[in-house]
C-alpha cells in the first residue's frame, strides 16, 4: 500500500469524508532534546535560527504518516517573545509549507495560551496578541488554524473568536483532563462554549497521557452531541505515562521536563492509543510532547487498513516486528510476532524506580502574583523563595 497522490479537499471536506487524519508530533520537546529548543521558557526560535533542524523534523513526520504540517509556532506570541513573533511565525509557515508540498499534507498555523491573559490583562489586549500571529497565517495562506494548548476554556474561546475572523477552517485543543480546565469548567461543558465560538473541532492536546485524553474526548463528544452542535474531534496527546497526574497534568510531575524518559509510551501503546481514539470516533488523531517520529509512524500502521496505505517510513519496519525475522539470535527472532509485542510489560531497569510520582502543584493560576509576566528573568532572591517553597511541599 502506497500513500496516495495530493489531495485538494480541505480539513473539513476530508473530516466530513470519513478520512482519518493523522497529526504530526511534539516539536518543543523533540527539538530540546536536539539541542535547539531551551526549556523553560519553550519558545520556537529555531524556527527562525535553525531551519535546517525544524525543516528534517517536519520531513521525518510526513514521513511517518502525518497529513498535518503544524507550523512551529506554539508560544510564539509578541508578549512572549518581545516583538519577534512575526518574523519566527514567517518562518515557521514557510518551513511547514515547503515539506507539506513534498506529500498530501496540509500546513496548520496555531496560537496557545498567552501570558497576557494569565496576567489579567483585558479580553481586547490578549486578542489583539491573537490577531497579530492570525494575520501571519492569513498572510501565509496556511490551510487551517489550530487553537491549542489552553488551561481556561475562557481564553480558547477568545482565540476561536479571532481564528474565526479569517474564514479558515478552526481547531480548538484544551490542555485538561477529565476534570476539566483549571476554574473547574467540565470537559463537556468545554467542548459546547468552543464550538458555540466558532470552532469546528474541538478535543484535547498536551498534559495527559492518550487514554486519559480519549476519556476526555469521550466526554466532549457525549455534551456537544447532547447539545445538538456539530463538530468533529481531535487528540494530540502526551507520548507519557501520567495516571498519577492531577488537574494540571505532567507539568506537576516531579520528572517534570527533565526525567520523563521512563515514562515514554512504546510503539506498541500507540497501536493501542490509535485504535482506542478510532474507535471513540476521533479522525483527527496525534501527539504533542514526547511524540517522535516513530510513534507517529505507529498510528499510521495501526489504521493503515482504514486509510488504505502505509507510510514510508513503514518500509523500514516490519509490521509488529516481523523484521525481526531476520535476526541472528533465535530467541530474538522468536519475537516477530504481534502477541509477544501487544503483550509485554515492559520493565525499567531502575530496581529503585518508583511505579508512580506524588505530584507538585500549588493551586494557582490566572491572576496569582506568582504568575504574573515579568520580562527579566526569575531573580536569584525569587528563586531562593521558591526553592524553601518546593522544600516543604514535600
Same mark, same amino acid.
Given at each position: 500500500?502506497?500513500?496516495p497522490a495530493g489531495?485538494?479537499k ?10 482519518i ?5 511534539? &516539536?518543543?520537546?523533540?527539538? /530540546?532534546k536536539?539541542?535547539y *529548543?531551551?526549556?523553560?521558557?519553550? +519558545?520556537?526560535?529555531?524556527? !527562525?535560527?535553525?531551519r535546517?533542524a ?11 504518516g ?6 512551529f509556532t506554539f508560544?510564539?506570541?509578541?508578549d ?13 509557515c ?8 513534498e506529500g ?6 496555531g ?6 491573559y ?14 497579530k ?11 487551517f488554524?489550530i487553537?491549542?494548548? &489552553?488551561?481556561?476554556v475562557? /481564553?480558547a474561546?477568545?482565540? *476561536?473568536q479571532?481564528l474565526k475572523t +479569517?474564514?479558515?477552517?478552526v !481547531?480548538a485543543?484544551l490542555c485538561?483532563g477529565?476534570?476539566?480546565d ?15 465560538a466558532g470552532?469546528q ?12 485524553c480519549v ?9 456537544v452531541?447532547k ?5 468533529h474531534f ?8 501520567t495516571?498519577?497526574?492531577n ?5 506537576d510531575l516531579p520528572?517534570?521536563?527533565?526525567s520523563l ?5 512504546t510503539?506498541w ?9 478510532y474507535?471513540?470516533?476521533i479522525?483527527?488523531?496525534g ?9 507517529i ?7 493503515a ?10 518500509e ?11 535476526h ?9 510476532r ?10 525499567s531497569?531502575?530496581?529503585?524506580c518508583p ?7 500549588w ?13 527579566e ?12 517553597k518546593a522544600?516543604?511541599s514535600?
Open positions: 500500500m502506497m500513500a489531495s485538494k480541505n480539513i473539513l471536506q476530508r473530516l466530513d469524508a470519513g478520512e487524519i493523522i497529526g504530526d508530533g511534539g &516539536f518543543v520537546f523533540a527539538l /530540546e536536539r539541542g *529548543v531551551k526549556a523553560g521558557p519553550w +519558545t520556537p526560535e529555531a524556527a !527562525a535560527e535553525h535546517e525544524v525543516r528534517q523534523l517536519h520531513r521525518e513526520f510526513l514521513r511517518a502525518s497529513n498535518v504540517m503544524q507550523a508560544y510564539a506570541s509578541d512572549k517573545l518581545e516583538n519577534r513573533g512575526n518574523q519566527i511565525n514567517l518562518a515557521a514557510d518551513l511547514a509549507r515547503e515539506v507539506a508540498n498530501d499534507a496540509m500546513v496548520a498555523g496560537v496557545s495560551q498567552t501570558p497576557s494569565l496576567s489579567c490583562k483585558s479580553e481586547n489586549e490578549v486578542k489583539a496578541i491573537f490577531k500571529q492570525t494575520d501571519v497565517f492569513v498572510q501565509k495562506d496556511v490551510d488554524l487553537a491549542e494548548y &489552553f488551561e481556561h475562557e /481564553e474561546e477568545w482565540a *476561536v479571532v +479569517t474564514n479558515k477552517p !481547531a485543543t485538561i477529565p476534570e476539566g483549571l476554574n473547574g469548567v467540565s470537559p463537556g461543558e468545554c467542548a459546547v462554549r468552543l464550538v458555540k470552532a473541532i474541538v478535543g484535547v492536546n498536551s498534559h495527559f497521557d492518550p487514554m486519559t476519556k476526555t474526548v469521550k466526554m466532549m463528544k457525549e455534551a452531541t447539545a445538538r452542535l456539530k463538530a481531535m487528540i494530540q496527546p502526551l507520548a507519557y505515562h495516571p498519577d497526574c488537574r494540571q497534568g505532567f507539568i520528572e517534570f521536563p527533565f524518559e521512563p515514562r515514554t509510551l510503539r501503546d500507540m497501536h493501542r492509543y490509535a485504535r482506542e481514539a474507535n471513540a470516533g479522525r483527527y488523531i501527539g504533542c510532547c514526547g511524540f517522535e517520529p516513530y510513534h509512524r505507529a498510528l499510521s500502521e495501526e489504521l487498513p482504514e486509510r488504505g496505505f502505509l507510510p514510508a517510513a513503514s523500514k519496519h516490519g509490521n509488529w516486528g516481523s523484521g525481526l525475522e531476520m541472528t539470535k533465535p530467541w530474538v527472532r522468536a519475537r516477530a504481534r502477541d509477544y509485542w501487544e503483550n509485554l510489560k515492559p520493565a531497569g531502575q530496581p529503585l511505579s508512580m510520582s506524588t505530584p507538585d502543584g493551586g494557582i493560576t490566572k491572576g496569582h502574583v506568582d504568575l504574573m509576566q515579568q520580562k528573568a526569575t531573580s536569584q532572591l525569587q528563586l531562593k523563595a521558591l526553592f524553601e522544600k516543604s514535600h
